[in-house]
């Protein structure tokens, strides 16, 4: 379980959000709303320790996050930002090697996420030659290898086809089904009506 409490946060002057509170149990998700620069990327980055909370402002499992326990607290969570977390001069098979080595998973297992988004008949490719949509494809294929109980993605939707948006709903249902935890940020008001507004 996570918690908010009062959330702020100020850039400068300009406050970009205020008094956020939130609880969000297994098999929840919430959804940030908000027009582009309205504070939803970093909201989202405060949510994963990227941005140091403040005291009494977040709780893992009712237990406060502090700089002694933010790395344990982020060794639950997957994180998907607006950077990709790629090496774009690298082949996607050496990708693939990387995140065995950090991660400790099998090649079985990343090649088997590869399909699911259709990206593994570029194994052999550049990552700077693949399309934006298929970098992104590359990308959240996390969501299918990496087991984490949060997710905290940043307009994941966005640069997809239909067919990964297709992938990705499903995905986020199983994830879900699975009493993971999820906290996404959009700006597309078709996605799902509750959540948080900016």
């Known amino acids: ?32 709303r908000g027009k582009n620069g309205s504070g939803k990327s970093t909201l989202l980055r405060l949510l994963a320790g990227l941005i140091r909370p403040q005291p009494q402002m977040l709780f893992w499992k009712e237990e406060e996050i502090t700089s002694n326990n933010l790395s344990t607290y982020q060794q639950n969570l997957l994180y998907f930002g607006h950077r990709l977390a790629l090496h774009p001069e690298a082949l996607v098979k050496d990708q693939m090697r990387l995140w065995q080595d950090i991660y400790g998973i099998s090649e079985k297992v990343i090649g088997e996420a590869l399909e699911i988004w259709d990206v593994s008949r570029l194994i052999s490719q550049k990552i700077a030659h693949l399309s934006q949509g298929q970098q992104k ?61 900016l």
């Open 1 to 32: 379980m996570l918690s908010g409490k009062n959330i702020s946060y100020a850039r400068g002057v300009s406050s970009l959000f205020n008094d956020i509170s939130f609880t969000l149990k297994k098999e929840q998700m919430i959804i940030v």
């Open 137 to 197: 494809r590359l990308s959240l294929s996390r969501c299918s290898w990496l087991d984490r109980p949060l997710w905290i993605l940043d307009e994941p939707q966005a640069g997809l086809d239909q067919e990964g948006r297709v992938a990705l709903t499903k995905i986020l249902q199983e994830h879900l089904k699975r009493g993971g935890m999820v906290i996404q940020a959009t700006h597309e008001e078709d996605t799902a009506p509750d959540g948080i507004w």
